[in-house]
């Protein structure tokens, strides 16, 4: 399966934006499909997750009450809505489907991974 993030781009402070991740190849809609980032200068970390019928959730303190995490019905699809963005939100935004269909939160976990999309957030 292979999974293409986008969505990203430049934002000021405050803003919000929308990033997608679609799965092509075979569906994920029995898969927990996570967000991790990596910003400039620092390690990979987990942004949020969502179980394969979107009935769990789970963030990153540093993004409880500004990020939202979702998925279609048919569950190939997975979006994350950024709300009151912030300087330190930048990032390269990466999707990933994980081995199983329980939510979880280590990159070990997770099986397949997308390209990436690049959140910059102006001050």
């Known amino acids: 399966v292979q999974l293409q993030a986008y969505g990203g781009g430049l934002v000021q402070a405050g803003g919000s934006l929308r990033l997608s991740c679609a799965a092509r190849?075979?569906?994920?809609?029995?898969?927990?499909v996570g967000w991790f980032r990596q910003g400039p200068g620092k390690e990979r970390e987990f942004v949020a997750a969502?179980?394969?019928?979107?009935?769990?959730?789970r963030y990153a303190d540093s993004v409880k009450g500004r990020f939202t995490i979702s998925r279609d019905r048919p569950g190939n699809t997975v979006l994350l809505q950024v709300n009151s963005l912030q300087p330190e939100d930048t990032a390269v935004y990466y999707c990933?489907?994980?081995?199983?269909?329980?939510?979880?939160?280590?990159?070990?976990?997770?099986?397949?991974w997308g390209q990436g999309t690049e959140l910059t957030v102006s001050s």
């Open positions: 190849g075979r569906t994920i809609s029995n898969n927990a």
């Open positions: 969502i179980d394969w019928n979107g009935g769990r959730t």
């Open positions: 990933a489907a994980a081995r199983g269909s329980m939510l979880t939160i280590l990159p070990s976990d997770y099986q397949y």
